[in-house]
């Protein structure tokens, strides 16, 4: 069964750090474009990072240029999604999946992403 969990939400102060795990199951995740979305209430879910499939080139919204990093461990089937410097405007469930479409990150489009995992809340406190 294809699945991704995430991982490693919390609550932090502003200026804070945390690490957010996306682990998949039932299929090898370096064979795949992973991208990283979030969604805070009343807002539309938006794109965040993404690492691409055969090259690894990673690709971040402007919100968060700077201050995130997407990463890939393949020996884990794990992506990780490094966030410092964290703001109150971050605040948000954070989801990741995968690329439908195999070219989907440098756009990040949600419609172009499936195998949703279940989200992990961050609360950046000012």
């Known amino acids: 069964q294809v699945q991704l969990v995430e991982s490693g939400g919390g609550f932090v102060q502003f200026g804070g750090s945390l690490r957010l795990s996306c682990a998949a199951s039932g299929f090898t995740l370096s064979n795949y474009g992973i991208g990283w979305f979030r969604q805070a209430p009343g807002k539309e879910r938006e794109g965040v990072s993404c690492i691409s499939r055969r090259d690894d080139n990673t690709y971040y919204a402007d919100s968060v240029k700077e201050r995130f990093a997407i990463s890939r461990d393949n020996a884990k089937n794990t992506v990780y999604l490094q966030m410092n410097s964290l703001k109150p405007e971050d605040t948000a469930v954070y989801f990741c999946?995968?690329?439908?479409?195999?070219?989907?990150?440098?756009?990040?489009?949600?419609?172009?992403?499936?195998?949703w995992g279940q989200g992990t809340q961050v609360t950046v406190s000012s």
């Open positions: 999946a995968k690329d439908l479409h195999g070219n989907s990150c440098p756009w990040m489009a949600p419609g172009d992403f499936t195998s």
